[in-house]
């Protein structure tokens, strides 16, 4: 069964609202998540390490302002894309790492459509 | 910093015949991990193998078996009786064991497997 939730798989919206994706640890509690970005025929690019309990840890090159992460409890990550535009338009996938294991579980991704 | 290479773009072959997938690599630390992800059309990322860079053994997984040539900092993916359902976007993945479960993956080769 699926390790990790993410929801939703697709979201369309306009330019300038926000849109939220969330990520789900079902099997074990997360310390750590990870957000990724993915571009057609590309590989994942690492956005940011969300760290439970305190702030995110943001590659560099992405704006912290505009990709806002919470990881308020050990099962649930949030990404939320702020003031979104065209060029936001992308597929996220999260990820969760399992210490115990050293692997990581990848969500399902989400599809982003700003018109 | 951490690099991985996939030099293959592109491959094909043909239905029960096998391929070898290619990934070099570069680190500066004696422990990590390797891994070759698999994503098909649905873009959700699958783990199809994991070696550790202590075990002189390759990882086998049923169709999937890994060369991992240490000295070489090689890692290469061998597919035997290649299935249509292997038709995917590979990547190969390093994650340095001081990186905190970080990985650093390749640019992906797009491997179609023909009737």
């Known amino acids: 069964g699926a390790v990790v939730s993410q929801h939703p798989s697709w979201v369309i919206c306009k330019s300038g609202t926000s849109v939220k994706i969330e990520c789900r640890s079902l099997d074990f509690q997360a310390t750590t998540m990870f957000w990724y970005r993915q571009f057609p025929k590309q590989s994942l690019m690492l956005m940011a390490t969300s760290n439970e309990g305190s702030k995110a840890t943001y590659e560099q090159g992405v704006e912290k302002d505009k990709f806002l992460i919470n990881h308020a409890s050990l099962t649930l990550s949030t990404l939320t894309v702020t003031s979104a535009h065209p060029e936001d338009s992308s597929f996220y996938i999260c990820?969760?790492?399992?210490?115990?294991?050293?692997?990581?579980?990848f969500g399902a991704g989400t599809r982003l459509s700003v018109l | 910093a951490q690099t991985v290479t996939q030099s293959q773009p592109e491959m094909s072959v043909q239905e029960a015949e096998t391929v070898t997938l290619s990934c070099t690599y570069d680190?500066?630390?004696?422990?990590?991990?390797l891994f070759w992800y698999k994503q098909p059309p649905s873009r959700q990322m699958i783990l199809v193998i994991r070696?550790?860079?202590?075990?002189?053994q390759n990882a086998t997984e049923n169709r999937f078996s890994v060369n991992f040539q240490k000295a070489a900092k090689s890692f290469s993916l061998k597919i035997s009786d290649s299935q249509l359902g292997d038709t995917a976007m590979y990547f190969c993945?390093?994650?340095?064991?001081?990186?905190?479960?970080?990985?650093?993956f390749g640019e992906g080769t797009q491997l179609t497997v023909n009737p």
């Open positions: 990820s969760v790492g399992s210490k115990a294991k050293n692997i990581q579980y």
């Open positions: 680190t500066s630390e004696s422990n990590y991990y």
């Open positions: 993945a390093l994650q340095e064991e001081t990186s905190g479960s970080r990985l650093t």
């Open positions: 070696q550790e860079a202590y075990k002189q």
